[in-house]
T-cell receptor, first 115, second 120 residues
């Protein structure tokens, strides 16, 4: 069974740039969620994708967008980067529907630094 | 607003002793899950224990158990026989349905975390 993998693990961008983060779901999982974790804080829900559509969204501006592909992998895109976007971005996969036990399986995250 | 509060930023315990981490939450939902997640320095978040809100019986997983007080909206984690590998940041979280129908879960609301250090 393959776990959740994310890439890149670390990256540095400058303010105003755009970034794309990638995530491969755990084998058999059809739902992916993204979280932003600032240093020393708990993760904050960005959005969730199921069947290639956004299925729920947290309190993040539209410059945070995502994609889910037919193989359930996902991308998180952030445009017009701001200094406050510096954080660890976590991807989590799960099962949708009646088989959902509530448990999310997390990747190790992508550490984004915005200068 | 749905919130989770962990009032202990840091805790420490000696190896083999017992420690309890506190958590309170606030939600208007009637159906939800409660979790404790562990995030070691390697960063990967790992599920420690899970509780369904409609179940009165407290969940137990080996050395880990919870004290779930639904009316008080309290969900504490007890770690027995603490081990050096238990050193990590611990997050309390709850999960509520997303959107209509109540069949889509996935939005975790996390607390601020408690750093637990186990000393030899």
């Amino acid at each position: 069974e393959t776990g959740v993998t994310q890439s890149p693990t670390h990256l540095i961008k400058t303010r105003g740039q755009q970034v794309t983060l990638r995530c491969s779901s755990q084998s058999g999982h059809n739902t992916v969620s993204w979280y932003q974790q600032a240093l020393g804080q708990g993760p904050q829900f960005i959005f969730q994708y199921y069947r290639e559509e956004e299925n729920g969204r947290g309190n993040f501006p539209p410059r945070f967008s995502g994609l889910q592909f037919p193989n359930y992998s996902s991308e998180l895109n952030v445009n017009a980067l701001e200094l406050d976007d510096s954080a660890l971005y976590l991807c989590a996969s799960s099962l949708y529907g009646h088989r959902n036990t509530g448990e999310l399986f997390f990747g190790e995250g992508s550490r984004l630094t915005v200068l | 607003a749905q919130t989770v509060t962990q009032s202990q930023p840091e805790m420490s315990v000696q190896e083999a002793e017992t420690v309890t981490l506190s958590c309170t939450y606030d939600t208007s939902e009637s159906n939800y899950y409660l979790f404790w997640y562990k995030q070691p320095p390697s960063r990967q978040m790992i599920l420690v224990i899970r509780q369904e809100a409609y179940k009165q019986q407290n969940a137990t997983e080996n050395r880990f158990s919870v004290n779930f007080q639904k009316a008080a909206k309290s969900f504490s984690l007890k770690i027995s026989d603490s081990q050096l590998g238990d050193t990590a940041m611990y997050f309390c979280a709850f999960m509520t349905p997303l959107g209509g129908g109540g069949t889509s879960y996935g939005k975790l609301t996390f607390g601020q975390g408690t750093i637990l250090t186990v000393h030899p």
